[in-house]
């Protein structure tokens, strides 16, 4: 089973569909409802509903989801009947299984209550038709030119080795960002200052800083970084703030912050391994919607 405990949950949507050939008398039966068995149609959709709730048992790495709505619809046409679901979560995890297990139990009870009077029945043509949802929602394909800035004495001495600006240089690079600069320097606000207008000066789009964000006496990324911001970006630092204190009490010490300085985004992050790993869940890819908004292109 894959792990899925460090992906926040969001709405997630699955749409899957097949169908079940049979008889046209048989589907004249069941229009009538004369079929032995009874309601063939409110039974299916009761077992197709049942089914998706039941997926995680009957397939063996399927994870246990909580459904928030379940729905199928039929259509009887004149040699097959079309099945279509639809799965509803919010969860960490998509539900495409659900829906397929929905429509292919939804046709096994079809076939299940017409075989008396149909030997021929076939199921055919199950697939999923769309999902939604988790990274897919998010549709900005652009990616921002990208630095990063590590604030650290006892990195830039050399005491000791840079952690969290490799997972985030990693990280970016994965979800296709060009990284213009990786910097480590001491937790000095004059060369903080300097070395972020030089990048803005470059045309840097993102820049990302890890460290300097606690309340220690060298802690000065948030004082010297926020009153430069031209706007400040209130959700993104909930979303990090929400997402950390849900995996370590001591994050509620952190002060990160995130905001633009013109047009340039600024994230100034925790600079632990940790906080970088959990910054690259939250951001990628919701954060790069943001630079078509910042060219005036709406949302996406």
């Known amino acids: 089973m894959a792990d899925v405990s460090a992906k926040p949950p969001t709405r997630r949507e699955a749409h899957a569909s097949g169908r079940i050939v049979m008889q046209p008398e048989t589907i004249a039966l ?3 409802q004369e079929l032995p068995k ?11 509903i049942q089914a ?30 079309g099945i279509s679901a639809t799965v509803i979560t919010r969860e960490a995890t998509g539900v495409e299984m659900e829906a397929l297990t929905a429509v292919s139990v939804a046709a096994l009870t079809i076939y299940d209550m017409c075989k008396a009077v149909d030997k021929t029945m076939e199921i055919s043509g ?12 998010f549709a900005a394909e652009y990616r921002p030119r990208t630095a990063i800035l590590v604030l650290s004495d006892s990195i830039a001495a050399g005491l ?3 952690r969290s600006g490799a997972i985030l240089k990693t990280g970016l690079e994965v979800a296709g960002c060009a990284i213009d600069d990786l910097t480590i320097i001491p937790d000095e606000p004059a060369e903080m200052v300097s070395r972020v207008e030089a990048w ?13 964000t606690g309340i220690g006496p060298r ?5 010297t970084l926020t009153p430069k911001f031209t706007r400040r970006l209130p959700g993104v630092e909930q979303a990090l703030f929400q997402w950390g204190q849900g995996k370590i009490r001591t994050a509620m010490m952190s002060r990160l912050a995130a905001g633009l300085i013109g047009d340039t985004l600024v994230i100034c992050l925790p600079g632990s391994a940790g906080a970088a790993n959990d910054a690259l869940e939250v951001l990628i890819p ?8 910042l060219r005036g292109e709406g949302h996406a």
Request: hydrophobic residues 45%; negative net charge.
């Open 52 to 81: 998706a709730k039941q997926a995680s048992a009957l397939i063996p790495l399927c994870h246990q989801l909580n459904l928030s709505w379940i729905d199928l619809e039929f259509e009887l046409l004149e040699s097959h009947i």
């Open 200 to 212: 803005i000066g470059e045309g840097m789009e993102l820049i990302v800083t890890s460290g300097g």
């Open 126 to 137: 199950i697939r999923l038709e769309k999902k939604t949802g988790g990274k897919q929602a």
């Open 219 to 223: 802690d000065q990324t948030i004082e």
């Open 160 to 162: 000791s080795s840079d």
């Open 38 to 48: 009874g309601n063939v149609l409110a039974t299916a959709k009761i077992a197709g």
């Open 286 to 293: 919701a954060v790069f919607h943001a630079f078509p908004m």
């Open 30 to 32: 069941l229009q009538r």
